[in-house]
């Protein structure tokens, strides 16, 4: 099983009341503008403009590098480097990791990762 099978399968195991969605990467003309993203919860952003659009909390996309998750909604709530401590090989941002080999990835770690940033994210100002 490839990296991306295997994280999507934990996901739906670990997590399977979350709501799944997926987003092909293509803008309204149909053209490519970032990689196919598997979702995974939701939430509603209202924008300044009135705007509300609804949003994955979890984002898990193939990438060239790997695997990325991108954790939507936690910025300035939640030290991720931090809480990614012990996680194992990947590289870890404001609000996405990277990661090469899953199977390498301490999964309790990212378990607790998961749900902190769930929490975090359904309590968007």
Same mark, same amino acid.
């Given at each position: 099983? @490839?990296?991306?099978?295997? %994280?999507?399968?934990?996901? &739906? #195991?670990? !997590?399977?009341?979350?709501?799944?969605?997926?987003? @092909?990467?293509?803008?309204?003309? *149909?053209? /490519?503008? #970032?990689?196919? #993203?598997? *979702?995974?919860?939701? %939430?509603? /952003? =209202?924008?300044?403009?009135?705007?509300?659009?609804?949003? !994955? /909390?979890?984002?898990?996309?193939?990438?060239?590098?790997? $695997?990325? $998750?991108?954790?939507?909604?936690?910025?300035?709530?939640? @030290?991720?480097? /931090?809480?990614?401590?012990?996680?194992?090989?990947?590289?870890?941002? *404001?609000?996405? $990791?990277? %990661? &090469?080999? !899953?199977?390498?990835?301490?999964?309790?770690?990212?378990?607790?990762?998961?749900?902190?940033? !769930?929490?975090?994210? =359904?309590?968007?100002?």
């Amino acid at each position: 099983m @490839d990296n991306l099978s295997a %994280f999507l399968n934990w996901m &739906k #195991t670990e !997590f399977p009341h979350l709501e799944r969605s997926f987003h @092909d990467g293509k803008n309204e003309l *149909g053209k /490519q503008v #970032t990689n196919p #993203t598997y *979702g995974f919860g939701s %939430f509603e /952003q =209202t924008y300044a403009n009135g705007e509300v659009k609804t949003h !994955f /909390q979890i984002g898990v996309a193939a990438t060239s590098s790997g $695997i990325s $998750i991108y954790l939507l909604g936690i910025r300035g709530k939640l @030290d991720l480097p /931090q809480l990614c401590l012990g996680l194992g090989k990947a590289k870890v941002t *404001g609000y996405c $990791i990277s %990661f &090469k080999n !899953f199977a390498a990835l301490d999964q309790q770690i990212l378990y607790i990762v998961m749900t902190e940033a !769930f929490r975090c994210s =359904t309590h968007l100002a």
